[in-house]
């Protein structure tokens, strides 16, 4: 989740152009666990604006490549060292997400990333491992 604060808003004199829209200089993550950056245009727009969107929710992740009016030109993964087993954050190529059960805990859920490089990082908040998932799905593929 990503947090915003006042001191961080950006008023600038003919912006934002849409009711609800903020500019923000920062935003804070108080949680070690992995999201997602995108750079998408809209098909509908002429000629294509491309814009970036950041997203740590799979959900939302997941609406943007349904929707049939947005072009997902990049996808990526951003992840804490705890996921990619490494010894930093590392925010690499997305090709897919798939969703699983925790065996311990059937009604909990644990995410499979998949990435053009060939590795594959759980994240389980019980720390499961990807043999160990249940009736894993795939949600999401990029191409």
Same mark, same amino acid.
């Given at each position: 989740m990503?947090e +915003?604060?006042?001191?961080? #808003?950006?008023?600038l004199?003919?912006?934002?152009?849409?009711?609800? #829209?903020?500019?923000?200089?920062?935003c804070e993550m108080?949680s070690q666990?992995?999201?997602?950056y995108?750079v998408?245009s809209?098909r509908?727009?002429a000629?294509? +604006?491309?814009? /970036?969107?950041? +997203?740590?929710?799979?959900?939302?992740?997941? /609406?943007h490549? *349904?929707?049939?009016? +947005?072009?997902?030109?990049?996808?990526?993964l951003? /992840?804490?060292?705890?996921?990619?087993?490494?010894?930093?954050?590392?925010m690499?190529?997305?090709?897919?997400?798939?969703?699983?059960h925790?065996?311990e805990?059937?009604?909990?859920?644990a995410?499979?990333?998949e *990435?053009?490089?060939?590795s594959?990082y759980?994240?389980? #908040?019980?720390?499961?491992? #990807?043999a160990?998932?249940?009736?894993v799905?795939?949600l999401?593929?990029?191409?």
């Open positions: 990503f +915003t604060f006042r001191d961080g #808003e950006v008023v004199p003919g912006f934002p152009s849409r009711e609800n #829209e903020r500019l923000w200089n920062y108080g666990e992995p999201w997602f995108l998408y809209k509908s727009k000629p294509a +604006t491309v814009r /970036s969107f950041i +997203t740590a929710d799979a959900a939302v992740l997941m /609406s490549f *349904l929707d049939s009016d +947005t072009w997902v030109r990049e996808a990526y951003v /992840s804490p060292s705890h996921v990619n087993q490494g010894r930093q954050w590392r690499e190529a997305l090709k897919g997400v798939c969703v699983g925790e065996p805990s059937m009604h909990q859920i995410y499979l990333y *990435l053009h490089n060939g594959r759980v994240f389980s #908040e019980l720390a499961t491992v #990807e160990d998932l249940v009736d799905r795939r999401i593929e990029f191409q």
